[in-house]
Structures are given as structure tokens and as C-alpha cells.
């Protein structure tokens, strides 16, 4: 049989979670004001797959938020 190493489950998890972080960034960067928030929130969401990627999934189809321009007068 086939062992699967806890080091290895432990460092593939760690993997997913830093990944979930990083595309939820990278998502939600020009869609909605707190793109750091967006990002801790998909690192907790990557503790259950599923949850990650239909949350990474509504990042993808959110609207772009639009940018309001300073005008100093």
C-alpha cells in the first residue's frame, strides 16, 4: 500500500492556502476597496477546497469597482 507522508499532506496544504491567498489578491485587487481583506478571507476559505474555489470563483465575476479620480481644485 501507498503511505502518505504527514510532512508532505501538511506542506500541500500549506501550499493551497498561500495559493488561495495570492489568486484572491490578485482577483479582487481592482474589484472591491479591501483587497487584503479578500485575500485573509480566501486563506480561511482554503481550509475547506470547495468553499475556496466558489469564493475565488465570485471574485472572478464581481464587477470592477470604478475609480473615482482625485480632482484638487
Do not use: N
Amino acid at each position: 500500500m501507498m503511505d502518505i507522508s504527514t510532512t508532505l499532506l501538511g506542506q500541500m496544504a500549506i501550499a493551497w492556502a498561500v495559493l488561495c491567498a495570492v489568486i484572491s489578491y490578485f482577483l479582487a485587487r481592482k474589484k472591491v476597496r479591501a483587497p487584503i481583506l479578500a485575500a485573509v478571507l480566501g486563506l480561511f476559505m482554503s481550509l475547506v477546497p470547495p468553499f475556496a474555489l466558489v469564493y475565488m470563483a465570485v471574485l472572478a465575476f464581481l464587477r470592477p469597482e470604478p475609480r473615482h479620480s482625485q480632482v484638487s481644485a
